[in-house]
């Protein structure tokens, strides 16, 4: 498997490269360029989350613990938090996610499980999609095709990594599962997997929907509007 590095250096640079055309191909604002190359980066770096403790996955958890709460700010602004209580809540959500979530991971998951699958990267682009409350439909989906990007490029490298190239012979490593999967071994895991999928999609197509833009108003036919 790629190692830590690799993962950084890859999603950074992809990031640094999807917020540069976010910015000048699709006109977005370059202060949403640099957020979305920042979950990129971020994205390469989540499928790693259930690895078990070290030094990669304490500096994943501090960034993921600085990163998520600042995603949420929008939506803690809009439930009319005080400037004060916006701040208690990023502290709050910094020491949940570095210290309880990252406990909570650890129990739950097994490295290279259904965190390194597709399902999982698409959960990851529509929690950044929910989270990033804005009226502005196109930055949400900016964002989270950012977070999935950085993840994909994880499973990739990963899937990679778990090949060796012996001449002309592929030999792949009995060592690592495969990582740009559907499924896992494990059912459970899988069924909690699809499950939270089913619910956030559920919830990302009702918000589209209560968000969608009042269809045009119907040009009026010629005939009627003239008619006297
Ligand atoms: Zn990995």
Redesign the pocket.
Known sequence: ??GFRT?VGVAATLGVGYGFVMHKGMGCHWESGVLSATLTAVGGML??L??DTGRPIREIFSLAAAVIPIVLMPRLTEMGLSSEGVLASLVLGYLFVRYGLSWLLNQLSV??GM??SVPAMLISGLVVYLGYHTDNQHLRVELAGGVMLGFLS??V??EIYSVDFNGVRLIVKKSSGS?LKFFSPSLPATTVCYTILGALLYMAYTEWHSNAPAPAAQPVPFKMAYRT
């Open positions: 498997m790629a993962h499928p790693d259930d690895s490295h290279r965190f390194h994880h499973l490298l990963d990582a």
